[in-house]
């Protein structure tokens, strides 16, 4: 199957309204070109590093392209973040939250945000506890430039289907609590639910997902993680 074909089914089975993020991290900027000639032009990447170069070379060739950061976030890594991407799905602590709302401003950019949960342990992937989204709601809701659109959350591996029906169905339950008790004017952007990946879409669209993020389902297997350093530094 082409990655046209595979696009084309995927949102034969999406139900309408949920957006299709084609997750591109681990392909080379042809790859993403094929999807875009396809009709896609929302794309997630997860490593600066990796998708600065990409970005950089199909402004030109694809335009219309939206970028959105899914990967973990770092303080030193928040302005090029911010510049190169609409989307920040991974927003994770109170103090990033923060920074990254003083460097919008200085920027002059608008983020849209998705606060990124932890609803279930998981040594390997990052979020806010629940509580410290509630606790910090107010806080949250008064940033200037930060625009929040929603939450987003990953399910840890090895989960039962109905236990992975659960996980987003608390997701979506926290994201409707935290918003009657948001500003009016905040409330009603606060709309979004980034859950669901080639391993457990289906579960995540059942409870409720809005972006699903999608990467093997639609582009096969990609080069792990840092394998484009490891060239550079042995090909030097
Ligand atoms: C890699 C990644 C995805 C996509 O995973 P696939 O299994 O390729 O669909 C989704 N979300 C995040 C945060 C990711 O890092």
């Not at 199909?58 to 335009?63: D, E, G, I, M, T």
């Not at 970028?67 to 991974?90: C, E, M, T, Y």
């Not at 484009?228 to 090909?235: E, I, S, V």
Request: aromatic share 6%; net charge positive; proline share 7%.
């Amino acid at each position: 199957m082409t990655i046209a074909n595979r696009l084309e089914s995927l949102h034969h089975r999406l139900p309408p309204g949920v957006t299709l993020l084609a997750v591109s991290k681990g392909q080379p900027s042809q790859t993403i070109e094929q999807a875009y000639a396809a009709g896609q032009r929302r794309f997630g990447e997860s490593r600066l590093q990796e998708a600065e170069p990409k970005i950089r070379a199909l402004r030109q060739r694809c335009p219309g392209l939206e970028w959105h950061f899914i990967g973990q976030l770092q303080a030193n890594k928040v302005r090029p973040v911010a510049k190169a991407f609409a989307w920040i799905h991974s927003l994770d602590r109170i103090s990033l939250a923060q920074r990254l709302d003083r460097i919008a401003g200085d920027e002059g950019r608008c983020p849209q945000v998705l606060l990124q949960v932890k609803l279930r342990p998981d040594p390997n992937k990052g979020g806010f506890p629940p509580e410290q989204l509630t606790a910090h709601l107010s806080t949250l809701a008064h940033l200037s430039h930060v625009k929040l659109r929603g939450l987003m959350t990953m399910a840890p591996l090895g989960l039962e289907l109905d236990q992975l029906h659960h996980l987003f169905s608390d997701c979506r339950q926290l994201a409707q609590q935290l918003r009657a008790h948001l500003p009016s004017a905040v409330a009603m952007d606060f709309n979004q639910l980034s859950m669901g990946m080639s391993r457990d879409w289906p579960q995540a669209v059942g409870a409720g997902s809005t972006i699903v993020r999608i990467g093997n389902d639609i582009f096969g297997p990609r080069w792990p993680a840092g394998a484009h350093d490891l060239c550079g530094d042995t090909c030097t």
